[in-house]
């Protein structure tokens, strides 16, 4: 079985710098997908990024980047500039091979952004 | 903005009431889920679904249940709501494995 651990209930960032949100996974399968989603107050779920287990090169996506370590299964989200509309939850979450697709999360990050 | 709706957005209900939640997508998903998520708490899946005629138990044992006659549709059923069921619920599909799961505003729902 897959686990997903985010162990910062709540972090705190200036508006401007740069924060990092760390994630810890288990699992038994040698290829799944890894994802960061971010939940607004009282809004949509969306995707920030995704990365592929079988790629050693970590993904980016403009202000937000990750730092994929394999062996240590570790999965954390660097935000880059921080702005006040990043403030969210931010949810980890893996997917394996299992044919349901099914996606599997941690408990959030709560992040907070200061003016 | 991602084609999949949930309704109502907010529902509150007295106990031992019938609750049907309503999910829709309109991206010919195959792979449907159902999320439970306490306030600013994890998400818990409930159920899921591989397609059509297909529903499965999520992770965390739930009195819902799902069907799913159609590919685009998978509604949530209470059939006695509880305040114990007072939560928000999630609706998300995917499309392949290598792809993002999709998800509705969701459902909060209060049992009183």
């Known amino acids: 079985a897959q686990t997903v651990t985010q162990s910062q209930p709540e972090m705190s960032v200036q508006e401007a710098e740069t924060v990092t949100l760390s994630c810890t996974y288990d699992t038994s399968e040698s290829d799944y997908y890894l994802f960061w989603y971010k939940q607004p107050p009282s809004r949509q779920m969306i995707l920030v990024i995704r990365q592929e287990a079988y790629k050693q090169q970590n993904a980016t996506e403009n202000r937000f980047s990750v730092n994929f370590q394999k062996a240590a299964k570790s999965f954390s989200l660097k935000i880059s500039d921080s702005q006040l509309g990043d403030a969210a939850m931010y949810f980890c979450?893996?997917?394996?091979?299992?044919?349901?697709?099914?996606?599997?999360f941690g408990s959030g990050t709560r992040l907070l952004v200061r003016p | 903005e991602a084609d999949i709706y949930q309704t109502p957005r907010y529902l509150v209900i007295g106990t031992g009431k019938k609750i049907t939640l309503e999910c829709s997508q309109t991206?010919?998903?195959?792979?449907m889920y159902w999320y439970q998520q306490d306030p600013g708490m994890e998400l818990h899946l409930i159920h899921y679904?591989?397609?059509?005629?297909?529903?499965e138990k999520g992770d965390l044992s739930s009195e819902s249940t799902v069907s799913r006659i159609r590919t685009e549709h998978f509604p949530l059923t209470l059939e006695s709501a509880r305040p114990s069921h007072t939560s928000q619920y999630l609706c998300a599909s995917r499309y392949t494995k290598n792809t993002e799961a999709f998800f509705g505003q969701g459902t909060r729902l209060t049992v009183v």
């Open positions: 991206m010919g998903h195959d792979k």
């Open positions: 679904s591989y397609g059509v005629n297909s529903t």
């Open positions: 979450a893996s997917s394996g091979m299992d044919s349901s697709y099914k996606l599997i």
